[in-house]
Every structure is written in structure tokens, then in C-alpha cells.
């Protein structure tokens, strides 16, 4: 099965950018997502990529995709405060499901 | 807007005992996809429902797990002597025809 790996903790500064890695092993995945979890709550769609794509901008949001070497990145530009949360990357794995990795868990420092 | 409800929010319950878990979509999905996730860990697929039909189940869910869509609109998820490695969050979950999947704010089963 699909196994996805992302470190675990990532600190910075208000401000600063962030960027988040996920490796997967499923080569067939179709689309690629990026879910936001809070505290208590559930998760959030937060951005996905095709696999046919190399990069995606959603405002503060680049996805960067490198499909040979199914990895993965998130960057979150001008990071805030309210950025501070677990992040998952869930690659779609074609039998309607979702795999998603451990998550990083991101701390935002005034 | 793609919403799901869940209820109830939390539970707390003896081990042995049985609890059932709801879903409510509030609108029309097709799927619908049942998922858990314990502490420290990303969520984990459970079962998936095509309208009413239970299309796929995980390894992860034994027998003492049974989930249900009657009508292909609200679902539920029932465990049956609950044991204390069942304390989990549980998850439900839309899939949209761009295959995206919006997640609800889960239920915190927790057993003693």
C-alpha cells in the first residue's frame, strides 16, 4: 500500500515562509492533497495538485510536485500565527481513498 | 458549500459497552467515507459507501464494526464491546465529484 512520510515538526518565525515535505511510494497517485488540522477539530482541504502538474499557487499557497521522486512540498508564504496547526499530505491512491502521513505539526513564533 | 455533521461530538464509554457513531451530510454526496485517527497519527481509512452500497472496508475495521448508509444519505458506524485501543477520533468524510473529500469535525470516542 501507499506509505507517505512527512517530519514531524517544523518551527517559524511570524512572517517568515514555511515549507512542509511529504514523500510518498505510490507512483499512480492522481492527486496529491494538502489537508490543515486544528486543535479539536477536524481536517481542512486546504490544496491539492494534479499529478500532470509541477507547481500550483493558491495566494499564500505553492504546491510543488517533482513526480519522479514522489516528493511533495508545501510553502506557506508571510506565515501567521493562525498557520500554527498539523498539516497532512494525502496522495489519492485510485481505490477512493485517501493515505495520509503522520503530519507536521507547525509552530509559528511571534 | 460541502458540510457534514457529526454526532455526538465526544462519548465516553465503559469498555464492553456498544457505541454508534452518525453522520449527517447536509447536502447530496455519493460517497462517503468513514475514517479514524488516534493521537499523534493521520487519519486512517475505515469504509467507504457508493450511495447505500458499502463499497470497500479496511483490514483495520474487524468485526466488531459495522457501518451502515440505509437510504445513501446519512450513515452510521456502530462498535460492538468496545475496547480501550477503539478511543480514537472518528471521522466522516464527503467525497465531491472532483474527487476531493471534506472531512467533518469528527467524534472523540474515548473508553475507559
Known amino acids: 500500500g501507499e506509505d507517505v512520510e512527512q517530519s514531524l515538526f517544523l518551527s517559524v518565525r511570524e512572517g517568515d515562509s514555511s515549507v512542509i515535505n511529504c514523500t510518498y511510494t505510490?507512483?499512480?497517485?492522481?492527486?496529491l492533497y494538502w489537508y490543515k488540522q486544528e486543535p479539536g477539530a477536524g481536517l481542512q482541504l486546504l490544496t491539492y495538485i494534479f499529478s500532470n502538474m509541477d507547481m500550483k499557487q493558491d495566494q499564500r499557497l505553492t504546491v510543488l510536485l517533482n513526480k519522479k521522486d514522489k516528493h511533495l512540498s508545501l510553502r506557506i508564504a508571510d506565515t501567521q500565527t493562525g498557520d500554527s496547526a498539523i498539516y497532512f499530505c494525502?496522495?489519492?491512491?485510485?481505490?477512493?481513498?485517501?493515505?495520509f502521513g503522520s503530519g507536521t505539526r507547525l509552530q509559528v513564533q511571534p | 458549500d460541502t458540510g457534514v455533521s457529526q454526532n455526538p461530538r465526544h462519548k465516553i464509554t465503559k469498555r464492553g459497552q456498544n457505541v454508534t457513531f452518525r453522520c449527517d451530510p447536509i447536502?447530496?454526496?455519493?460517497?462517503l467515507y468513514w475514517y479514524r485517527q488516534t493521537l499523534g497519527q493521520g487519519p486512517e481509512f475505515l469504509t467507504y459507501?457508493?450511495?447505500?452500497?458499502?463499497?470497500?472496508k479496511s483490514r483495520l475495521l474487524s468485526d466488531r464494526f459495522s457501518a451502515e448508509r440505509p437510504k445513501g444519505s446519512f450513515s452510521t458506524l456502530e462498535i460492538q464491546r468496545t475496547e480501550q485501543g477503539d478511543s480514537a477520533m472518528y471521522l466522516c468524510?464527503?467525497?465531491?465529484?472532483?474527487?476531493?473529500?471534506?472531512f467533518g469535525s469528527g467524534t472523540q470516542l474515548s473508553v475507559l
Open positions: 468524510a464527503l467525497g465531491t465529484a472532483d474527487e476531493k473529500l471534506f
Open positions: 447536502s447530496e454526496h455519493n460517497r
Open positions: 459507501f457508493q450511495n447505500e452500497a458499502q463499497l470497500e
Open positions: 505510490d507512483s499512480s497517485s492522481t492527486y
Open positions: 494525502a496522495p489519492y491512491t485510485g481505490r477512493r481513498a485517501l493515505t
